[in-house]
């Protein structure tokens, strides 16, 4: 029985990443564990192969395309062996701004190679950048899945979104803005999952845990009017029918 989700959370970058990932087991907290470079991949594979609750999903931030550019043939190259693509996408803001053809360059050739292999489930950034990635997204709709994580764009930008079929990933610390509570609730009930981004993302001053998500789920459940277990039980049915 899962007890929470938590799908895009770098557990690599938390000290003590072993223990972590058998926390998560124990706990029984479905966790995306999205890597930050293609070079992490293999690592995270490895100690999360035999695990039923913790997915491993290879990744190359896009802050730092500018530096390590030269892993996108590894991550072309490992494509095959994964079902999850994250964290991938564009950042348009100011000190990534001069890599940002770049950074498109590689979305595209990645969710290109996605399709080629029959597709994969991508968790992807947009900060500053919503309009470029929905555009990537509008010209390969056959690479898979996508699932927006901490979307940050307009409401026109959401509802965009929405059309092309994405799926968004939501923390507390976005629902704890006036903005991404907003943004959330534009949202299809169906296309919501939770997340934390830790532990770069931060609840009252303190950077969160993987699988902290409860705020999410009190806030979300809030919004539909559903209470703690018929909100995560409709988590899990939408995660579900993104897996399927
Ligand atoms: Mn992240």
Not at 31 to 55: D, G, H, I, Y
Not at 114 to 132: L, P, V, Y
Request: net charge neutral; hydrophobic share 40%; aromatic share 8%.
């Amino acid at each position: 029985m899962i007890k929470a989700i938590d799908f895009h959370c770098h557990l690599d970058l938390y000290p003590d990443f072993e223990k972590i990932i058998q926390k998560c087991e124990d706990d029984k907290i479905i966790t995306l564990a999205v890597t930050t470079t293609p070079r992490a991949w293999k690592k995270n594979f490895e100690l999360m192969n035999s695990c039923k609750f913790v997915r491993p999903a290879l990744g190359l931030h896009p802050q730092l395309i500018k530096e390590f550019s030269g892993e996108i043939e590894l991550l072309i190259s490992l494509i095959p062996e994964c079902k999850y693509i994250g964290e991938i996408g564009i950042d348009g803001s100011q000190p990534y701004r001069d890599s940002m053809v770049l950074q498109k360059t590689i979305f595209n050739r990645i969710l290109d190679e996605s399709r080629k292999n029959g597709g994969r489930i991508f968790s992807i950034h947009s900060r500053n950048a919503a309009s470029d990635v929905l555009d990537c997204i509008e010209n390969n709709l056959e690479a898979g899945k996508f699932v927006l994580h901490w979307f940050s764009g307009t409401k026109r930008e959401v509802e965009r979104a929405i059309t092309l079929g994405c799926w968004f990933s939501v923390g507390p610390a976005m629902l704890d803005t006036k903005k991404g509570l907003e943004l959330a609730k534009l949202i299809p009930k169906e296309k919501l999952l939770t997340e934390t981004d830790g532990p770069f993302a931060m609840l009252k001053k303190e950077s969160l845990k993987p699988g902290e998500v409860k705020f999410a789920e009190e806030i979300i459940g809030g919004m539909w009017k559903k209470n703690r277990i018929e909100t995560l039980n409709i988590l899990i049915e939408n995660l579900n029918s993104l897996l399927k």
